[in-house]
């Protein structure tokens, strides 16, 4: 027999299933609509998640029980299915789940005058546990309402998403929305503040809440500070945060120097949560961003494409050369070294001039100079964008190069390019439906993966992209093109072989496809978003 719950009038009230836990014994189907208005299941407990579920939902609306038989049909999608506890786990945790109830609902049982009797029969089976002091010093911690309590509690509050950044048309945006929309699908209750639609000052209204995670996506949110210019905002905004970061950390600098309790940058290179931790003392995980996969098939009109934009890295050079002489010269030296040395990631390069010109720096004046160096970072990554493409097209290949950007570039009028206007995220993606190779050439990124490479890959084109040790054990040129930044001379070659083999291109389209689908798709994003709070 199975039991179906439904709301309305004439239901149990909250305190009658809060009395009696049995109400809800055997296998129970709860709407999926309801688990997610309810915040989800809570993961953090491990027995009575059936039962502390109810008791949520019960707290807005009676609810009651419809039995039916294991024959009679029921739409498995639109409904969670709870079986009792296993006898092990309900011996082991279902205390602690008791401890927490009592603790959520002190205030209501102490109202219905039946506090005592519950913190008794807790009691009373702490001794037959044999776990008497064991259980008080619990139960007394969590009556506190301390980091444990909201450690349990704050599972079950809303994800609270920062979006509306314009930021590369629009892309931030869309990182989150799809982020958001992800988690919903695993149950959470999900809401946005929208920064291009609110004026910045409405997030006080969040101010004293909790929330089971609260998310920017290259956010400086975290560094607003109170009117007295010593507190930020985010101390009193409660829950785990964590912000997004899709650039290197360094251009980040001024917006992560914040240490706000329970932080945690996310970021797509491995490099990048290295550096996070040692220099500004953060928690960070590598946390790539993912891949839309939009359905149905597309003609294949396009040989190459590149989706991104045109800067002219001799822009930078003046600003290079206004530097003061010590200044100057040290990034002329690194400036010289990342262009000989493509495979170098920036802090190698910097760690290499840094010794080779014998400054001695402290920390502080390291991460500093590091930030100043920022426009050679900029000035390289730019450098060789350009040099690729121009090897592409001066080695008779065909490009499709998409952004307004490009009008301003030395291409614009190469009879082996075609210039496109600007496109958002998802024109992007049907351009990538319909082309048979699409380029990727990284921000420097040397460990990283970008939303960028699974898009292509997830729309069913040939990934052409510089390499990353990102790639190593997860991703080999049967699933993609990999070149190198120093060794590209022979890449028009390849790629004139590849296009010109049908059959070979099909299949490392499909091989690339099918690994990023495993991967790298918002909804594992979502899954993996999970675990990593539920184990913080």
């Not at 836990?21 to 309801?34: H, Q, S």
């Not at 946005?192 to 929330?211: A, L």
């Not at 120093?486 to 099909?506: G, S, V």
Request: hydrophobic share 40%.
């Amino acid at each position: 027999m199975r039991k179906i719950v439904e709301t309305g009038e004439g239901g149990l009230s909250f305190l009658e299933l809060l009395l009696d836990e049995t109400l809800c014994a055997g296998k129970v189907c709860i709407p999926g609509d309801l688990v997610k208005q309810a915040g989800g299941i809570n993961p953090v407990l491990k027995a009575g998640e059936k039962y502390e579920l109810l008791l949520r939902i019960a707290e807005k609306t009676h609810i009651s029980f419809r039995t039916v038989t294991e024959n009679e049909p029921v739409n498995s999608d639109k409904y969670v299915v709870f079986e009792d506890d296993d006898p092990r786990m309900k011996a082991c945790y279902g205390w602690e789940t008791d401890c927490y109830i009592a603790s959520k609902y002190s205030i209501q049982l102490q109202e219905y005058g039946v506090f005592d009797e519950v913190i008794e029969a807790i009691l009373l089976d702490a001794e037959k546990r044999d776990a008497y002091d064991e259980t008080v010093r619990y139960l007394e911690m969590l009556m506190k309402k301390g980091r444990e309590y909201y450690r349990i509690d704050d599972m079950t509050k809303p994800v609270l998403i920062y979006k509306g950044d314009d930021i590369c048309h629009n892309v931030l945006t869309v990182f989150a929305e799809q982020f958001g929309a992800a988690l919903e699908q695993e149950g959470k209750n999900v809401i946005y503040f929208d920064m291009g639609k609110e004026p910045i000052e409405s997030v006080t209204r969040y101010v004293n809440q909790h929330f089971c995670a609260i998310i920017g996506v290259q956010s400086y949110m975290f560094s607003i500070k109170l009117k007295d210019e010593t507190e930020y905002l985010h101390q009193y905004i409660y829950g785990p945060k964590f912000n997004f970061i899709f650039d290197h950390p360094i251009w980040l600098k001024n917006h992560l120097q914040h240490h706000l309790d329970l932080f945690c940058v996310l970021t797509h290179d491995s490099d990048y949560v290295n550096f996070v931790h040692k220099y500004f003392k953060m928690d960070a995980v590598l946390f790539p961003p993912a891949g839309i996969e939009i359905p149905g098939i597309e003609e294949k009109k396009y040989d190459l494409t590149f989706v991104g934009t045109y800067n002219d890295y001799r822009s930078q050079l003046p600003v290079i050369h206004q530097m003061n002489r010590s200044m100057r010269f040290f990034a002329n030296h690194l400036l010289l070294l990342m262009r000989k040395n493509a495979s170098l990631s920036a802090e190698e390069a910097f760690n290499r001039t840094v010794e080779e010109q014998g400054v001695i720096l402290t920390q502080e004046e390291y991460l500093n100079l590091f930030y100043e160096m920022r426009r050679v970072f900029y000035c390289v990554i730019h450098y060789y964008r350009e040099k690729i493409l121009r090897i592409i097209i001066n080695g008779d290949i065909k490009i499709d190069l998409f952004g307004d950007s490009w009008k301003e570039s030395a291409f614009y009028s190469h009879p082996n390019v075609r210039c496109h206007p600007d496109i958002t995220v998802e024109e992007s993606i049907t351009v990538w439906k319909r082309s048979k190779l699409s380029l990727n050439i990284m921000s420097w990124h040397k460990a990283g993966f970008t939303e960028r490479m699974a898009n292509i890959m997830l729309a069913g084109a040939v990934l052409v992209t510089d390499d990353s040790t990102y790639l190593r054990g997860r991703y080999d040129e049967n699933d993609m093109l990999i070149f190198k930044l120093d060794q590209c001379e022979k890449l028009p070659q390849r790629i004139a072989e590849l296009l010109a083999d049908d059959e070979k291109q099909r299949c490392i389209a499909q091989n690339g496809k099918k690994k990023t689908r495993c991967a790298h798709t918002w909804g594992k994003r979502a899954q993996e978003f999970l675990e990593l709070l539920n184990n913080r």
